[in-house]
């Protein structure tokens, strides 16, 4: 994984055309990027997203912004129930137990 301006690439190698070929993540468009050595990758990465961000700039569209760290959950009454007792059985609040299970699992992804 790449990081630049708070954007995330992720790239991959591509065997057959002998290049490397990324995604940058969480965009609200398709934002591709790719080069022959990792410096190239990398500079196509750094510039896809300032192409992304200029393009956005001419066309009067917000960009995606990096995470506020709130979003909303929505879980089926009982799983609700059952995430309530448990947190509360660990002494913490639910927002406070759902954080650390989700950076429990996330970790493993980053």
């Given at each position: 994984?790449?990081?630049?301006?708070?954007?995330?690439?992720?790239?991959?190698?591509?065997?057959?055309?002998?290049?490397?070929?990324?995604?940058?993540?969480?965009?609200?468009?398709?934002?591709?990027?790719?080069?022959?050595?990792?410096?190239e990758?990398?500079?196509?990465?750094?510039?896809?997203?300032?192409?992304?961000?200029?393009?956005?700039?001419?066309?009067?569209?917000?960009?995606?912004?990096?995470?506020?760290?709130?979003f909303?959950?929505?879980?089926?009454?009982?799983?609700?129930?059952?995430?309530?007792?448990?947190?509360?059985?660990?002494?913490?609040?639910?927002?406070?137990?759902?954080?650390?299970?989700?950076?429990?699992?996330?970790?493993?992804?980053?």
């Amino acid at each position: 994984m790449m990081e630049y301006k708070g954007y995330v690439g992720k790239a991959e190698v591509d065997d057959e055309a002998e290049i490397f070929h990324g995604e940058v993540l969480l965009t609200r468009g398709v934002v591709t990027f790719q080069g022959r050595t990792v410096n190239e990758l990398k500079k196509s990465f750094r510039d896809s997203v300032d192409g992304y961000l200029n393009f956005c700039g001419e066309q009067g569209i917000a960009p995606e912004k990096p995470f506020s760290g709130k979003f909303v959950l929505r879980l089926n009454p009982e799983a609700h129930r059952r995430a309530a007792l448990a947190a509360r059985l660990e002494g913490k609040s639910l927002n406070a137990w759902a954080a650390e299970k989700i950076n429990q699992a996330a970790s493993h992804a980053a």
